[in-house]
């Protein structure tokens, strides 16, 4: 069966989640008897051993070096290229992220190999090779690529679209990856984040967005309560970004981040077809409007017509009601 190469991200020393979903779908794809390597690089980066193991892998790639501690494509490029060909796999995952979008393409240039991109749901073939269902045409569609011949075939995974399964008590091989890093064109010095770091709607199960029907900055606390309320991210449409109501972070969208949570709350948000291709991928989609023709009923799994401001304060009270239950 085939062997699958995982790259692992880590944000604060810990695996992020879109990186355990991808060691999942490996898992799934390499078969029984296959095997799933997954690679870490960094410092600190065998403690990552354990989660990768129980998330599915069954060996753990390690490049210790400090000079992988912050992104720089050149060198990550050089390591995953290595980690590949030591491992011989016959795929190569990486979560669909900034960094994981980035890497990939480099990767698969230097591979010369194929890269299927954002892929929502993916296969191996009978006869090998790799098949994946991506959004084309800014999410109006949904087409299935594949990548017959060429090794390793490589896809980026949309966070959120696969879930991460675990199995307690699995372990994983550790093997060093002797692998210096590679001169870097570009060195990040430093990483700087908000006093107040707020739940990244890119990996978030869980979103609550809001667009011009809120009329104001001063009322997107209405997203922020129901959003704690529901243990999720505040999401925003790209109106209300452009004029300043909250930072570019939060955009939902073509332009802002593509989204796949568990659920979308769209709130005074009309559905334009650059907001529709960033979340439409969502498992369910609640869309609360006063307009009963917004395109976003279109696309929503539950609809309700109405006015956010009166809609949002009675909805937030009463999840909030059924929790303390």
């Not at 073509?254 to 979308?264: D, I, M, N």
Request: overall charge positive.
């Amino acid at each position: 069966m085939a062997g699958v190469l995982v790259l692992l991200e880590r944000r604060g020393g810990e695996l992020k989640r879109a990186s355990l979903q991808a060691v999942s779908v490996a898992r799934r794809l390499a078969g029984e008897g296959g095997r799933v390597d997954a690679l870490a690089l960094g410092s600190g980066a065998e403690g990552t051993a354990a989660a990768a193991a129980e998330a599915g892998a069954d060996r753990l790639l390690v490049a210790a070096d400090a000079a992988y501690d912050r992104y720089a494509p050149e060198s990550y490029t050089a390591a995953l290229a290595a980690a590949a060909k030591e491992s011989g796999s016959e795929i190569l995952l990486v979560a669909g992220t900034a960094l994981g979008r980035d890497v990939a393409a480099r990767t698969a240039a230097r591979l010369q190999t194929g890269l299927l991109s954002d892929v929502v749901e993916i296969e191996r073939p009978a006869a090998g090779g790799l098949r994946g269902r991506r959004p084309v045409y800014s999410g109006k569609a949904l087409a299935w690529e594949s990548i017959p011949q060429a090794r390793p075939a490589m896809a980026t995974l949309r966070p959120n679209a696969f879930p991460a399964s675990a199995t307690p008590g699995r372990a994983a091989d550790v093997v060093p990856l002797a692998v210096p890093a590679a001169a870097a064109r570009v060195v990040a010095t430093r990483l700087e984040t908000p006093p107040q770091q707020e739940q990244d709607v890119a990996e978030a199960s869980i979103i609550v967005s809001g667009g011009r029907g809120l009329k104001g900055p001063e009322n997107f606390s209405l997203i922020r309560d129901l959003a704690k309320a529901l243990g999720g991210a505040v999401g925003a449409s790209r109106a209300v970004v452009d004029a300043g109501w909250i930072p570019h972070a939060h955009q939902v969208g073509q332009t802002g981040k593509v989204v796949a949570p568990s659920l979308y709350v769209a709130c005074g948000i009309s559905g334009a077809i650059q907001h529709l291709a960033g979340m439409s991928s969502s498992k369910v989609i609640v869309a609360i409007n006063k307009d009963p023709d917004a395109p976003i009923f279109k696309v929503a799994t539950y609809g309700i017509v109405g006015d956010v401001f009166e809609v949002l304060p009675k909805l937030t009270a009463e999840i909030s009601r059924i929790k303390a239950d």
